[in-house]
């Protein structure tokens, strides 16, 4: 089959690898009909993850048909219609009990790092009945491969962390597919002011059709400055960072309001300097969080009842033969006005 495999630093290549088999009973092999490109995927190409080895199978979002399961699958079978999660997990250990699937003793984020993921024409999927969510046949396929990763994540981590309600004023820091993800989900809780902070034009406009009420491109450095003039000196009651660097995250920290929440939805790659010595008195929460997935199940329904259009994130499409391209476009995503770009394998 064709895949597309990691070979080291700043190298990928698509390749014909064996297709995956059936470890345990309780995995399924799933045929992909599409799937997407992650911002993470990119971090690992840079070599800043160093859990993916030489020779790995990428990509940790999509949407299939299963093909096979194993003897101790129970809720699926050959020709069911699935929604993969990125994060996989066995639903039976003390962290799964918890709902904490992130952690899942023998899953978590596995799928395209420790095993071999989804930007392939076939993956085989541990613990099959918790870590695949039924779809409808019917079903607008490309809005759901969005509910793999970034839905749940921007939800998960930046929405609940954030405690965000009615009335409040938010701000978001990073409008990319994650950042507007979040800017979807937090519109569930009616907040009076959605303020988005990027340095990207292209996705500024886009964030202010997706509901933003405030748009600020901060390639000038100033954005505390604004946000602190848009809210009369008070700050903001969430601020998510949806970035992952040490500048987005002292923005979050020099804005958020007295009893506000900083939700950290980014994934950092180097240590940030922390404010206690003016956050200690400000009572403020600050949360971090991987995204455990527990949300899918509802984030699934309100994309099939259509209050959630997280289609309007797609902006490119490409074949599974011509991934390479897509690589190039998504990691030129300022050039290529790029947010998410799909890969089809019909
Ligand atoms: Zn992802
Ligand atoms: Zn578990």
Redesign the pocket.
Known sequence: MKALVYCGPEECALREMPRPALHAPTDAIVRITKTTICGTDLHILKGDVPTVTDGRILGHEGIGIVEEVGAGVSSFQGGDHVLISCIT?????????KGM?S??????WILGNTIDGTQAEFVRIP?AD?SLHAVPTEADEEALVMLSDILPTGYECGVLNGAVKPGDTVAIIGAGPVGLAALLTAQFYAPDEIIMVDVDDNRLQVAQKLGATQIINNSDGQAVEKVMALTERRGVDVAMEAVGIPASFDVCQRIVAAGGHIANIGVHGQPVQLNLDTLWSHNITLNTRLVDTVTTPMLLKKVLSGKVAPRQLITHRFKLDDIMTAYDTFSHAMRERALKVLITND
């Open positions: 997990s066995c639903g039976k250990c003390a962290a799964c009990k699937y952690h899942c003793e023998q899953g978590g613990f918790n």
